[in-house]
């Protein structure tokens, strides 16, 4: 299986500071057929199911907010948010979905300092 | 408006048996594979299983295959994971979550709220 791997496992940041999250992957996630990374990230606030952000590492989803962006590619990847807000705070996930079984990384929390 | 809504959780004796439902509305249920995802308690995800938009193929977690059954019916707009033999480490909230169906991509764009799962004697 692929193994991910997010860094740090938590972070707290002032508002409207730069927040960064790293995922790094055991194997690349980088197709060259289509040259398309096969890497999503996800949100995760307190007491709710995930909420998907990006897919193809940097493609945005519906809804999300443009502070949040998504960049990298092969085996490194990472999660931006240029200006944390309060309802940022969350756990977040980077998923490849290259190999079966799709394989999540461990997490990175956010909290605000 | 897209929900899905899982239902079935609760507490089960180890060597036990649950089935897990969740009913979609608001979308063309048939058109999207369907997934569950699990989370123990303070943990990460772990995908569980896929099934096809018909039901007639589905994969499962390695380390799950033989305990866990995924179906689907359609005509009800309802997934299922049927799970036997479970121990304390399949303990868990259990997500049913849509494939977003992006050509090629196994990324999820809409999650249950969850089933909780406790094994306990």
């Known amino acids: 299986d692929i193994v991910m791997t997010q860094s740090p496992d938590s972070l707290a940041v002032s508002l409207g500071e730069r927040a960064t999250i790293k995922c790094k992957s055991s194997?690349?996630?980088?197709?060259?057929?289509?040259?398309?990374?096969?890497l999503a990230w996800y949100q995760q606030k307190s007491g709710q199911p995930p909420n998907l952000l990006f897919y193809?590492?940097?493609a945005r989803q519906s809804g999300v907010p443009d502070r949040f962006s998504g960049s990298g590619s092969g085996t490194d990847f990472t999660l931006t948010i240029t200006s944390v807000q309060a309802e940022d705070v969350a756990v977040y996930y980077c998923?490849?979905?290259?190999?079966?079984?799709?394989?999540f990384g461990g997490g990175t929390k956010l909290e605000i300092k | 408006e897209v929900q899905l809504l899982d239902s079935g959780g609760g507490v089960v004796q180890p060597g036990g048996s649950l089935r897990l439902s969740c009913t979609a509305s608001?979308?063309?249920?048939?058109?999207?594979?369907m997934v569950w995802v699990r989370q123990a308690p303070g943990k990460g995800l772990q995908w569980v299983s896929t099934?096809?938009?018909?039901?007639?193929?589905?994969s499962y977690s390695e380390s799950l295959r033989g305990r866990f059954t995924v179906s689907r019916d359609n005509s009800e707009n309802t997934l299922h994971l049927q799970m036997r033999g479970l121990t304390a480490d399949d303990a868990a909230i259990y997500y049913c979550?849509?494939?977003?169906?992006?050509?090629?991509?196994?990324?999820?764009?809409?999650w249950g709220r969850g089933s909780l799962v406790t094994v306990s004697s």
């Open positions: 979550a849509r494939d977003k169906g992006v050509n090629g991509a196994l990324v999820f764009d809409y």
């Open positions: 608001g979308f063309n249920f048939r058109n999207y594979d």
């Open positions: 099934v096809s938009p018909s039901g007639d193929s589905a």
């Open positions: 194997q690349s996630l980088l197709y060259s057929s289509n040259n398309k990374d096969y």
């Open positions: 193809w590492a940097s």
């Open positions: 998923q490849q979905y290259s190999h079966t079984p799709v394989t």
